[in-house]
């Protein structure tokens, strides 16, 4: 089954284990490693190096990385290794990759930081994921993967932090010790530098150049924080060991490689501690934000079995529907309201930034994500958060996986929250709240000119005083992203009606010239 990362890196995560990622050359490197991962029950990152574009271009590596991954039932993350030019990415995101690589380690900070944020921006619009690298990690004098002799440089803690929250990304290599290809000698891993910025930060960490690293390092490495291992040269070199062995025939020849692969996959997968995954179908459904999108909030107003009928109404307007719909509820009925629907993005009112461990009364992001919730919102202004508040649960959400939709007061509010690269930002102004007055369209073409001044990747939603299927009209054709509505909803005489009636009024909005 093809997927993105997210889910498995979540998991991962929380298991404490590393998923690993093998270099494919040619059809049975990938027929040979997705086989093994589907006779283990176990998930796998299926990487294509844009270095190895002489033995197998990008776009047959495409069809075969997806046809063998679609043939599996375990989750096949078709991922881009060591992508380096920007167009070469684009492609390979077009052609269906679930995940890239964009690696500026060897560019300045500041040009690194510039070409990983141009990526994940276009990336994330077509839903896929992004591997940045800081620090560096060189390669041994022979190497089957980066250059021949190439000095690594360690990440440091600073240096990480800054890189992944300026642009972005998914996940992360960092270099603490390893190199590409095989060791003369044994290499030094630095745990310290490892357990230091896994620690501080929240995106998933990767680990590059795992081949000959020794597996109580590797296994080490996996248990304290590195999520993905790269490993290649080593399987490589076991298949070339087991076709110097006396063959009858290329057919036995073939086998004898297949074999190789296969054991030494198969010992990585021990060593990495690696554990079955089973994802729910939608997994891929909404893992990304798109616009328009409509959002039925009933706020503290609706509560049990009177939150459950209308969100079964909806499910069935919002299976017609062409957008995503989003609907929030109470902690308590989450879980209840995502095991029964199938075309709504079930989104909590808040949760907190904290992880798993000490703490009472708060809810956490791996809850939710656990409930299926897919998305959240923060920062309302019926529940103001702290800045520092806020920074945590985004980072917190963008870890597990959940969609962020900040609320922002003011145009100023807006432009500081944007910094922080929320998936939707919905403006507000305070003072409309609950008044049935709508924003007007400067207010609205002044924010999404502000907000996206910093970031094309944010939507922006406008949802101040929407109590009509016209308001929302109004708005959607007014140029925001998405609209939203309470009290229009839960006070309407028949509430699933006017769900229905709203979300119509997106259809015939988008269908209209928008500005
Ligand atoms: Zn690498």
């Known amino acids: 089954m093809l997927v993105s990362s997210t889910e498995l890196f979540h998991i991962a995560d929380k298991k404490n284990f590393a998923i690993p990622a093998t270099n494919f050359i040619d059809a049975l490197t990938a027929k040979v490693y997705t086989e093994t991962a589907e006779s283990l029950g176990l998930p796998l990152i299926l990487a294509y190096a844009e270095s190895h574009q002489d033995y197998l271009g990008l776009e047959e590596a495409a069809w075969i990385g997806k046809h063998y991954a679609e043939k ?22 077009r052609l269906g990759f679930t995940s890239v690589m964009i690696d500026g380690s060897s560019l300045s900070f500041e040009d690194n930081v510039q070409v990983t944020k141009s990526i994940v921006e276009y990336a994330h619009s077509h839903g896929v994921v992004v591997e940045g690298e800081i620090g560096h990690v060189g390669s041994n004098t022979v190497s089957y993967e980066g250059e021949d002799n190439d000095q690594s440089q360690y990440t440091t803690l600073s240096e990480a932090k800054a890189f992944s929250q300026s642009t972005g990304i998914d996940s992360l290599a960092i270099s603490i010790g390893t190199a590409h290809g095989e060791y003369t000698g044994k290499p030094e891993i630095n745990f310290e530098r490892l357990n230091e910025i896994d620690k501080e930060l929240s995106v998933p960490l990767v680990l590059h150049g795992g081949s000959s690293t020794g597996d109580e390092n590797l296994k080490r490495c996996a248990r304290e924080g590195m999520r993905k291992i790269n490993i290649f040269t080593d399987l490589i070199v076991a298949a070339h060991k087991e076709a110097q062995t006396q063959t009858p025939h290329y057919m036995a020849l073939r086998d004898n490689l297949e074999r190789g692969f296969k054991e030494v996959l198969t010992h990585y997968y021990h060593v990495f501690e690696t554990q079955p995954i089973e994802l729910k179908d939608d997994t891929m459904k909404h893992s990304t934000k798109s616009r328009p999108f409509f959002m039925i909030n009933p706020k503290s107003y609706l509560t049990g079995k009177h939150a459950y009928e209308l969100a079964i109404a909806a499910d069935r307007y919002a299976e017609a529907a062409d957008f995503d719909v989003y609907f929030t509820a109470q902690y308590v009925d989450l879980k209840a309201l995502a095991d029964q629907t199938n075309n709504l993005i079930i989104t909590a009112q808040h949760m907190d930034g904290i992880h798993l461990g000490r703490g009472m009364g708060f809810v956490t992001g791996d809850s939710l994500k656990e409930a299926g919730v897919s998305a959240v919102m923060l920062n309302h202004a ?43 930002i919905l403006c507000e102004p305070t003072e409309l709240i609950g008044t049935g007055q709508t924003s007007d369209a400067s207010y609205i073409e002044k924010t999404n000119e502000e907000i996206r001044a910093i970031s094309s990747d944010i939507l922006v939603m406008q949802a101040a005083g929407i109590t009509t299927p016209e308001d929302v009209y109004h708005t959607i054709a007014k140029g925001a992203d998405g609209t939203g509505c309470t009290s229009g909803i839960v006070l309407a005489d028949n509430p699933s009606v006017m769900v229905r009636d709203m979300l119509q009024a997106v259809t015939d909005a988008t269908k209209t010239d928008r500005k």
């Open 382 to 424: 019926e529940h103001p958060l702290t800045l520092s508040q806020l920074v945590a649960s985004i980072d917190k959400a963008k870890a597990v996986g959940i969609t962020t939709i900040v609320c922002a007061d003011s145009v100023k509010e807006a432009k500081a929250i944007a910094m922080l690269a929320p998936d939707i």
């Open 72 to 93: 599996v039932s375990v989750p096949i993350v078709l991922h881009l290794d060591h992508g380096s030019d920007p167009t070469f990415i684009k492609e390979a995101i």
